[in-house]
T-cell receptor, first 116, second 118 residues
Framework: DTAVSQTPKYLVTQMGNDKSIKCEQNLGHDTMYWYKQDSKKFLKIMFSYNNKELIINETVPNRFSPKSPDKAHLNLHINSLELGDSAVYFC???????????????FGPGTRLTVT | AQTVTQSQPEMSVQEAETVTLSCTYD???????LFWYKQPPSRQMILVIR??????QNATENRFSVNFQKAAKSFSLKISDSQLGDAAMYFCAYRRHQVGGGADGLTFGKGTHLIIQP
């Protein structure tokens, strides 16, 4: 069973379009994240959600809007796509232990977005 | 703000040999976690090993071990008996500890591309 899944795995679209990437985790985790990996492989946090509530928004353009219908899902909507949005987008999840110590984040397989 | 630096963009090692990947970080926190993630060509992010800053003992997972030097803010990864399947990008990552859990993301280094020579 896949722990963190993303759809689609590949997305090719034109500038100006609006697109969504879906993420689902079946680990029962409370916290979910979106990361962007650019063409130089650099990974950067975009958003984090804890129990459907937005916690972090790391200076991401407001064309990007995360939506969490329930704690198992965190979708990423991107409006008015630009060439610079081309990247691999990773969803991840984690769960704090009772003591508050977080362990590792579990990553989805990534979605390669190409904007032409 | 915390930063993570991997100074080796690329490393090459002969199969069955040992290789060490370097990572340094900067933080004002005293309690945090450090991780090494592996990203093979499939692009899946795979956790290799983690270290809690409060633990003095270096973490070990089979052929993978770390050298954690808290005072020097250094966290290197040693891969013993390198195998062809170890070829990948390796990322060092940091996350501070937050009481009650929190939702901080990971701060990543720029990665080291590891090549295994047969």
């Amino acid at each position: 069973d896949t722990a963190v899944s993303q759809t689609p795995k590949y997305l090719v679209t034109q500038m100006g379009n609006d697109k969504s990437i879906k993420c689902e985790q079946n680990l029962g985790h409370d916290t979910m994240y979106w990361y962007k990996q650019d063409s130089k492989k650099f990974l950067k946090i975009m958003f984090s959600y804890n129990n459907k509530e937005l916690i972090i928004n790391e200076t991401v353009p407001n064309r990007f809007s995360p939506k969490s219908p329930d704690k198992a899902h965190l979708n990423l909507h991107i409006n008015s796509l630009e060439l610079g949005d081309s990247a691999v987008y990773f969803c991840a999840s984690s769960q704090p232990s009772f003591s508050g110590y977080h362990y590792e984040q579990y990553f989805g397989p990534g979605t390669r977005l190409t904007v032409t | 703000a915390q930063t993570v630096t991997q100074s080796q963009p690329e490393m090459s090692v002969q199969e069955a040999e040992t290789v060490t990947l370097s990572c340094t970080y900067d933080t004002s926190e005293s309690d945090y976690y450090l991780f090494w993630y592996k990203q093979p060509p499939s692009r899946q992010m795979i956790l290799v090993i983690r270290q809690e800053a409060y633990k003095q003992q270096n973490a070990t997972e089979n052929r993978f071990s770390v050298n954690f030097q808290k005072a020097a803010k250094s966290f290197s990864l040693k891969i013993s008996d390198s195998q062809l399947g170890d070829a990948a990008m390796y990322f060092c990552a940091y996350r501070r500890h937050q009481v009650g859990g929190g939702a901080d993301g990971l701060t990543f280094g720029k990665g080291t591309h590891l090549i295994i020579q047969p």
